[in-house]
């Protein structure tokens, strides 16, 4: 499955120095191969965040495209665009992503089943043991940390399978061993056939990485 | 997992929110229920007060002070115990455009030994009745005997007792329909039976003489109906004329001050009702404005994990509707204990004719309640479904990641 931008930008309006708007990306064009992991990295503020969310379909770009395979993402209806991202893309943002009312087990299995699929329970039980996070199942997210939040979103990626991950900052509230173990789980989803992505700030992915992009004042080196 | 089962998980898990909104929704839907309840049962009253009225003028002793211890006795069954001559009914009678006139007998029993139960009773005269004889008629195939009775659908006693006032028993032939004014508690009997009862109560030393009267000569009212076609308040005057020491009434007039109270009552009730709205409303808006935010990460997620914003919006409103739903049925349960018990209370609190509404209109009062509630629910949460499934979930999870 290949992820394309096509000199996709994105203009926020707000006082920037001399300008009314601030641009956060600037014609950048990326491809994303399936089977490869792509390591995005760059300073806080670089515009990666912005960026993957432009390739998610979360968020529209002020020019350019962004297609998955031959579909154009934002051409498409809401209701599409939703369902392609729910079935085609998944996503590990930054920050706490838990839906606060299930239990960690219910959060891992709800991708898979919002357009009414089966529970992949197998798939969820092993990514929660590679991911050390088995013994938290009926957990609620509020009694978790940080690590284990993150851990819990990685699992749920990675239970639902899309063709396409996208990573902001996976091991970011991970100590070095979770994070070895959350990167060779990603090099391994990559390795299934899968298009990942991680966009990080941080030097530890690009050792799993098959290719590096550095990320600039909204722009790909 | 799906939409419903999440819908569910959601409100079983907030229980702070999901309670808060059902109460809202309950005190929304039991305000409007008790108060068309309160409203309709005023009406029936009124209505059945007219119906059962059957007089153009009521004639009383002047010291009866006229309509408010007539209004009150009709109204309350306060016990009215004013007489005056009998033989004002025959000067009644023989005014110009009084087609028909039948007197009554007020007396109270105590409440003491001697009484079953303190209750107004009225002695009419069944021969020339056209007030209570109808109504009576329709519980009552025949004439009422000497010592016999009729009761008020509230007065303690069954069909066949034998009811006792001041130590002479009077056997119960029939129990009247509800009427949600005062008749309801009062006891019907003919004149023979009430002269006995004056003078019983006489032995008791309950007194009724008038200065210069006896027991056989007195009457309490006179119910006059005037002849078609007259005027009956030229008819009200002649009589206040003609017929020394009473007063006529027109029982319009009467009817119209009930209504004009009982419109006042309505429109303090809606009033009420209106408060309580506008205050539960801007609770709610509060309730769902704060929900927008608590909720935004939530929904974010959601939108992350496809859903759209049309499943998202659904959601949401099935999560409202339910509540509202759950509030509106526990607040019109919860209204039916505290509005149907206290029929009497409110009664005597309001001094209005209260009948109590048929099984059909509460239906619809329930139904009416509930839906307006769901209604008024649903429209609240749309605002905040549509605010949040615009919410940017990139951005928004980003926000204090």
Known sequence: MQLRAENVSRRYFRKHGEANFFEAVRQ???????????????????????????????????????????????TLEDKELSRLRGEKIGVIPQGRSAVDTLSVYENILLPGMLYGGAPRTEEAENWMEVLGISGLRNAMPAELSGGELRRMAIARTLTASPGVILADEPTGDLDSDNTETVLAALQQAARAGKTVLIVSHEADAEAYADRVYHMEHGTIE | MKHFSLTIRNLI????????????????????????????????????????????????????????????L????????????????????????????SAQVFLSSMKADCCSVKVQIIGFDPENDFVVQPWIAESLNHQLGDMEVVVG????????????????????MAKLATTGTGLDTAVYCNMNTIHVLLQAAEEKGITHKIDSGNDSEVVSAIYVRVLPGADPGLVNNRLNGHVRKATAIRTAG?????????????????????AVWILALIILFIVFSMMVNERRRELAV???LGMSRKMLSGMILMETALCSLTGALSGTALGSVLVFPFTTLIETSLKLPYLECDAGTIVLCA???????????????TRTASRLSRVDPGTTLREGA
């Open chain 1, 28 to 74: 950048v064009s990326l491809i994303l191969e399936s089977g490869k992991l792509t390591v995005l990295n760059g300073k806080s503020g670089s515009g990666k965040t912005t960026l993957l969310n432009m390739l998610a379909g979360l968020l529209n770009p002020s020019e350019g495209k962004v297609f998955l395979d031959e579909a154009d993402l934002y």
């Open chain 2, 367 to 381: 139904c009416f309640a509930i839906t307006i509630t769901v209604l008024v629910g649903c429209a609240a949460g």
């Open chain 2, 153 to 172: 659908c509230r007065v303690e006693t069954d069909v066949g007792n034998n009811f006792r006032i001041y130590d002479r028993n009077c056997k119960v």
């Open chain 2, 302 to 304: 959601y939108r992350l």
């Open chain 2, 74 to 101: 009709l109204l309350q069954g306060t016990i009215g115990t004013f007489y005056m001559d009998a033989s004002a009914l025959e000067k009644v009678r023989e005014t110009e455009g009084v087609e028909k006139a």
């Open chain 2, 254 to 274: 009467m009817m119209t001050e009930v209504a004009d109270s009982l419109n006042g009552v309505s429109r303090t009730i809606a009033v009420l009702i209106g």
């Open chain 2, 13 to 72: 898990r907030r229980p702070g929110r999901t309670t808060a909104l059902i109460l809202l929704t309950a005190f929304l839907a039991m305000s409007l229920f008790c108060g068309t309840i309160v409203v309709s049962s005023l009406r029936r009253g009124l209505n059945s007060m007219e119906n059962r009225l059957g007089a153009d003028i009521i004639v009383v002793p002047a010291e009866a002070e006229s309509k408010a211890s007539m209004k009150n």
